[in-house]
């Protein structure tokens, strides 16, 4: 099952929830493993094809940068802050603030000069205006004056009384027309030299308070941005710090896991290397003559394993290819009315009848309502409905714990590399009764549980003759 999963890269969540912590660390591992070596190998590839068909490089371009470099032959790097002349960067950000409010408030103001000076140039144009008014109403009343004179007189006295009105009134005409162009004028220039540059340094002066006023604001207001902006920044940075405290707690911790399997599997390598330099010492004792003494066999490989590895009558059940996962229960049952059975899965060898831990097809959810209320140390062996194999639920100190054991042609291990190979199911029971499933764990199986309810859960998968010598 191991090999395919490195293979696809995949594993279905479902099968996932279903291992061990320690389980889906050694599977993260050779899984990590598995995509280093792919990676080597693929840059490995590139690398040949590289050096058998090398990349020709565009006309025109020259294909690399070249960097400014400095005293020391290495490229120049200029960091900000390091020089005694550079300036903080704090009061860089605070001049480019004064810099910008002031700019904005200059703009602000602008506008309000522009509106202003547009008023002030509406208003001499309406007293323009009037002056204008004036004028016409003083050339009609002396129309209407001679008017008169001519329709009372006769036509000598009226041309000489005109004559003389219209000398007198010309006179009078032209020195009140002075009179009122002086006064214009004068008025035009009083406004132009009092009122005009009186209202323009007013207004010049309130633009300038206003463009000051302006600054400041803009600038306060700037400043109270930056001092949230750090304070938010202070309060991520202290939660970022604690976050980064607890992975390296957690990492500490993984690491520590990891020694200790890196131990583990040194150990087991030191023992294989034993037992490879017994094999060749024997086979050179061998070849010069000397017959070297039998090995001791494994103390998991009994004769009563060997004979369920070979069926109960001694024929060996030979196992089918099989996919990844069952596809349904119907499917795990088959599998073991076909293979498992023959073989005397679930049997007790000394005597034949079920033993107290087996159990059928249930799920997790109900191991773990069996185990609630017992002790540390119980446990029970459910086949499993997620992989062709058994689980192992054991009761914990604080919570329950699930171990996959996979079936394969050599005989039964724990889901990873590097396990202990057991020829049945009941070897694998028999020696984790001494021997801890974990390093780090410790759990040894001492406390079987049986069943809880009547019919058994292993119902469908036993004959009922062995049902019948089954004490509930």
């Not at 220039?189 to 302006?214: G, I, N, T």
Request: with cysteine; hydrophobic share 30%; glycine share 4%.
């Amino acid at each position: 099952m191991l090999q395919q999963i490195l293979q696809e890269m995949y594993i279905d969540p479902e099968l996932l929830a279903e291992l061990s912590d320690e389980q889906k660390q050694v599977l993260f591992v050779k899984m990590r493993e598995e995509q280093v070596r792919r990676w080597k190998d693929s840059e490995m590839k590139l690398e040949i094809e590289d050096k058998k068909n090398p990349r020709k490089r565009k006309p025109g371009r020259k294909g690399f940068v070249k960097f400014l470099e400095g005293s020391d032959g290495h490229e120049w790097v200029w960091v900000m802050g390091d020089h005694s002349n550079d300036r903080r960067i704090e009061d860089i950000l605070e001049e480019e603030a004064k810099t910008d409010a002031l700019r904005k408030a200059e703009l602000e103001m602008e506008k309000l000069r522009q509106y202003e000076e547009k008023d002030l140039k509406e208003r001499l144009e309406l007293e323009q205006q009037d002056v204008e008014a004036a004028k016409k109403k003083l050339e009609e009343e002396i129309r209407r004056k001679k008017e008169e004179a001519e329709m009372y007189q006769s036509i000598k006295e009226a041309r000489m009384v005109a004559q003389r009105l219209e000398e007198e009134k010309k006179k009078e005409e032209q020195k009140r027309v002075e009179n009122l162009r002086l006064r214009a004028c004068k008025k035009c220039e009083d406004l132009q030299q009092s009122s005009f540059a009186q209202e323009r340094r007013v207004s010049m002066e309130k633009v300038e308070k206003a463009k000051r006023r302006r600054s400041n604001e803009l600038y306060v207001r700037w400043k109270e941005m930056r001092r949230q902006i750090e304070k938010t920044a202070e309060e991520e940075s202290q939660e970022v710090e604690d976050n980064w405290h607890f992975r390296e707690k957690q990492a500490k911790e993984a690491e520590k896991q990891m020694q200790t399997l890196a131990k583990r599997a040194r150990e087991e390598h030191r023992n294989s290397l034993r037992l490879t330099s017994g094999v060749i010492s024997a086979a050179s004792a061998f070849a010069e003559g000397v017959k070297p003494p039998l090995p001791p066999k494994p103390k998991y490989l009994t004769q009563n394993a060997l004979a369920s590895q070979n069926g109960i009558g001694g024929t060996k059940v030979s196992r089918k290819k099989r996919s990844m996962r069952p596809k349904n229960k119907d499917d795990v049952v088959k599998w073991f009315l076909e293979e498992e059975k023959p073989q005397g899965v679930g049997i007790d060898p000394k005597t034949k009848a079920v033993a107290t831990w087996f159990h059928g097809v249930i799920s997790r959810v109900d191991a773990e309502l069996m185990l609630q209320s017992k002790t540390l140390g119980a446990f029970l062996v459910r086949v499993s409905e997620r992989v062709w194999g058994y689980t192992i639920s054991y009761r914990a100190e604080d919570r329950c714990k699930h171990f996959l054991i996979d079936t394969s042609e050599a005989g039964y291990q724990f889901f990873g590399a590097n396990q202990v190979l057991h020829a049945s199911l009941h070897e694998v029971i028999e020696f984790h009764k001494n021997n801890p499933i974990t390093v780090m764990g410790g759990e040894k199986l001492r406390h079987p549980v049986g069943q809880s309810k009547d019919p058994p859960d292993y119902q469908g998968l036993l004959q009922s003759k062995i049902l019948e010598s089954t004490s509930l």
